[in-house]
């Protein structure tokens, strides 16, 4: 009788996880597409100047925000900061405004400096000091203050998938 309750309720748990896996579309955040990260109302903005900047013909989220040494480095940060996200909008108040983490922060400058290695050799063969993140001079590029959006208030909704 015990080993049959065990496995209902294993049964049961099985069930419960692939509804919401499935419900949540939990598979696509495993993938690169720039739409799951909009799907949290924060990312909404960013998502918005992506989507008008100039990296959004040659450049995904992932591409800037994730380390690309190898997959398991890769999918442990993705993890890493999904569940950072996730804790932070089920047991604290988000803020409106997202920041980058000291850590983010360093993987994108990193990824900077990989996507773009001819120019940062020429920048660091020149005579200024190499001694500034890359987003200090080129804030604009990926994450402008409100991308080239006409309208002030624009939904995510209306822009096709990358």
């Known amino acids: 009788m015990t080993s049959k309750l065990v496995l209902v309720a294993a049964a049961a748990a099985a069930i419960a996880l692939a509804l919401l896996a499935f419900m949540t579309d939990a598979a696509a955040y495993a993938g690169s597409e720039p739409s799951t990260c909009a799907n949290c109302h924060t990312m909404a903005d960013q998502y918005e100047n992506w989507f008008h900047g100039g990296h959004h013909a040659t450049a995904l989220c992932t591409d800037c925000h994730l380390p690309h040494h190898d997959l398991i480095t890769y999918y ?4 890493r900061q999904g569940a950072k996200d996730t804790w932070a909008f089920i047991a604290t108040r988000p803020q409106s405004q997202i920041r980058a983490s000291e850590q983010t922060r360093a993987l994108i400058q990193g990824n900077c400096v990989r996507c773009h290695e001819g120019v ?8 200024q000091p190499f001694d500034r993140r ?8 990926a994450h402008g203050a409100r991308g080239i959006a006409a309208s002030p208030y624009q939904d995510r909704l209306l822009y096709p998938a990358h």
């Open 76 to 79: 442990a940060e993705k993890g």
């Open 120 to 127: 940062v050799a020429d920048i660091m063969a020149g005579t």
């Open 134 to 141: 890359c987003w200090e001079c080129h804030r604009s590029t």
